[in-house]
């Protein structure tokens, strides 16, 4: 059972920067693809950024292009997204996720099965 702890969240000025944190457990396929997620108060979930943990590929939603990147230690097994630039608009509680690698990490949210619990994120103006 895939256990994942996120930490990392907190209050900054738009502007600034934090580094969440994903603490992996309990793998037990060879690959997955690893996201963060994140809703906003009255909005759907969203997925922000995407990593293949075979080749290291990744992937990103428009709005944070060039201002975050996710990432992976596979020694420590945790999953990192830096988020440079924040925004007003970054304001949401964050998730890190993951589902066995099934040929592609562009899958649907939905099949993402294994979820941790959240860190907000608050960027005040």
């Known amino acids: 059972q895939v256990q994942l702890v996120e930490s990392g969240g907190g209050s900054v000025q738009a502007g600034g920067s934090l580094r969440l944190s994903c603490a992996v457990s309990g793998y037990t396929y060879s690959t997955y693809c690893m996201g963060w997620f994140r809703q906003a108060p009255g909005k759907e979930r969203e997925g922000v950024a995407r990593?293949?943990?075979?080749?290291?590929?990744?992937y990103y939603a428009d709005s944070v292009k060039g201002r975050f990147t996710i990432s992976q230690d596979n020694a420590k097994n945790t999953l990192y997204l830096q988020m440079n630039s924040l925004k007003p608009e970054d304001t949401a509680m964050y998730y890190c996720?993951?589902?066995?690698?099934?040929?592609?990490?562009?899958?649907?949210?939905?099949?993402?099965?294994?979820w941790g619990q959240g860190t907000q994120v608050t960027v005040s103006s």
């Open positions: 996720a993951a589902v066995p690698y099934g040929g592609s990490c562009k899958t649907p949210q939905a099949d993402f099965g294994y």
């Open positions: 990593i293949y943990t075979g080749a290291g590929s990744t």
